[in-house]
């Protein structure tokens, strides 16, 4: 579908029909967040009716999101996809479906029993590897001598100290 263009109107019509759940908020995307969006939607036409709507919905819901419910998505997706690693394809079977015959307000407790993420700053979505991550320069330990300032000779202590002259 090609490398994006700045603005809607540019995308072909083919693209615009892939999209629309973005036409909204298309224009606010950054180039990066476009590109993503065009890559994501690249298969759309190969999908079966109920993929296409699958799609749809969830770029629907996608653009509902805030940025901060956008960045939580991210570092959950992530969570996840970590944990996922330490499960056999059965065994992450067992669990969805045992999530899935939860109740409505069973799913909600553990929602809100769940993790927050860390709000202020961005959060990242991985740990970062060590060798990527700057060094703190350490602290000198040789003692630094200070200059010895010569005493009062009218009350023998150091001038550097001394405030009443």
């Not at 553990?110 to 060590?130: E, F, H, I, M, N």
């Amino acid at each position: 579908m090609g490398e994006p263009k700045s603005g809607w109107s540019k995308l072909t019509p083919a693209q615009q029909k892939t999209l629309q759940p973005l036409a909204n908020s298309w224009d606010s995307l950054n180039t990066g967040q476009q590109r993503k969006w065009l890559e994501v939607s690249r298969n759309y036409a190969t999908l079966s009716a109920e993929g296409k709507i699958s799609m749809h919905s969830r770029m629907a819901e996608w653009a509902a999101l805030s940025n901060r419910e956008r960045a939580e998505a991210r570092l959950n997706f992530a969570t996840t996809k970590e944990l996922s690693h330490e499960l056999t394809a059965t065994e992450k079977k067992a669990k969805w479906e045992a999530y899935q015959s939860l109740s409505a307000e069973e799913k909600k407790k553990l929602t809100d029993k769940g993790s927050r993420p860390p709000s202020g700053a961005a959060t990242a979505t991985r740990p970062v590897a060590p060798q990527k991550l700057a060094t703190l320069p350490t602290p000198v330990t040789a003692s630094v001598k200070q200059p010895k300032m010569p005493a009062d000779s009218r009350t023998g202590r150091d001038n550097a100290l001394t405030t009443d002259h």
